[in-house]
């Protein structure tokens, strides 16, 4: 009888316990963080989703060159317009709205302007701040400041804190 | 026969009691920044910024922007861009020598670079100054300071990008100027 043959039972112990206790040694702190990453869900311009207590409808979503718009240097202006119908209010949820794009090779992401940096202007009937703790349905329009010609193809990604992990991702 | 084999096999597992002991390691080890290590000129990236640190001096005096910088130590003036890698960030400059942390300066505001904020694909292009003692050049570690440029804050198992300057090899000038931090790349 062979080494290997006396010791097959113990060998194809070895092979299971070994990626075994690899797989439970992640168990405390890898799969809970991977757990609380946010989830995109992606979400077609014009459809519409469900989420944190809120329809939303991406209606529009265009790049705007920068020099025209007198934007600052190396800028070019991103505008989304989002329709907002808060059914289930959510009181003290935030809400965070970015710009994503992933041209670059990997994915990077822009905050909104809280004051216009170009001259576009966002019409007086657009909300500029969005919110789920109230009932009823609301028009948003915001601007982002993105490297000219860097984003050509970008999504909006709004994200709730009592949606989270989950996060819409519009395009 | 066993006991000739168990003694020294007893103190040599207690032996290699002590070396897992001693081996095993502590926080500072466990919970360390991620380096990314590079050279003057060389564009480097970290999980955050995008950084490429052109020069760097001893000067007594500085000027940047219309703030001017005098110190009872000398500065250590850094010229570099900085961009963020994926999102708006802070930008943090610290120098260590000898393991003692120096901090970039915030006494000139705006026009440095340090705690500014970087936007993904915007580069700033300026300056940061760090207040070291004045005999830095004599001190243990000064041939391998480490300049290192990060987020600010907690930085544990943080991704950071970190320079070893040799302080002794700079040119100590009397003054300097500088225009302040200003948008895109040198």
């Known amino acids: 009888m062979t080494w290997l043959r006396r010791n097959r039972w113990f060998l194809v112990a070895l092979v299971v316990l070994i990626p075994g206790a690899f797989v439970v040694s992640l168990i405390p702190r890898w799969f809970p963080y991977q757990g609380a990453q946010p989830q995109p869900d992606a979400v077609a311009l014009g459809e519409t989703a ?30 989304a317009t989002i329709a907002f119908d808060v059914v289930d209010p959510r009181d003290g949820a935030y809400c965070e709205i970015t710009v994503v794009s992933d041209e670059a090779g990997y994915e990077r992401r822009w905050e909104s302007e809280t004051v216009s940096d170009s001259d576009y202007e966002i019409p007086d009937r ?7 703790a109230e009932r ?11 490297p000219h010609g ?6 909006v990604q709004i994200s709730s804190s009592a949606g989270l992990p989950r996060v819409l991702r519009l395009s | 026969m066993r ?10 597992l207690i032996a290699l009691a002590f070396g897992v002991a001693f081996s095993t390691p502590g926080d500072a080890q466990v919970e360390a920044s991620f380096a990314v290590t590079g050279g003057l000129g060389e564009q480097i990236v970290s999980e955050h910024l995008v950084a490429t640190v052109d020069e760097v001096g ?25 961009d963020a890698r994926v999102e708006r960030t802070t930008v943090d400059v610290e120098v260590y020598v000898d393991g003692v942390r120096y901090s970039g300066t915030d006494r000139a505001g705006s026009a440095t ?22 005999d830095v050049t004599e001190l243990p570690g000064a041939r391998t300071a480490v300049l290192r440029i990060g987020t600010g804050g907690d930085q544990r198992l943080d991704s950071v990008i970190e320079l070893v300057i040799d302080l002794t090899a700079l040119e100590v000038r009397d003054s300097a100027e500088r225009e302040s931090v200003r948008d895109g790349v040198s």
Do not use: H, K, M
């Not at chain 1, 920068?66 to 991103?78: E, H, K």
């Not at chain 2, 000067?59 to 250590?76: H, P, S």
């Open chain 1, 50 to 79: 469900t989420y944190s207590g809120a329809e939303i409808t991406l209606t529009g979503l265009e790049v705007l060159d920068g020099g025209p718009l007198n934007a600052p240097a190396n800028a070019d202006v991103v505008v």
């Open chain 1, 126 to 132: 657009f909300a500029q701040t969005c919110t789920f």
């Open chain 1, 136 to 146: 009823g349905a609301y028009d948003l329009q915001l601007t982002f400041l993105v």
């Open chain 1, 150 to 155: 860097q984003v050509e193809d970008p999504a």
């Open chain 2, 3 to 12: 006991t000739a084999v168990a003694v020294p096999a007893g103190l040599g």
């Open chain 2, 58 to 82: 001893l000067v007594r005096e500085v000027e940047v922007g219309f703030w001017r910088g005098t110190t009872a130590g000398i500065w250590l003036l850094i010229d570099a861009t900085i």
């Open chain 2, 113 to 134: 670079i340090d705690a500014g904020v970087v936007d993904a694909g915007f580069p700033l292009t300026g300056s940061a100054l760090v207040e070291l003692p004045a």
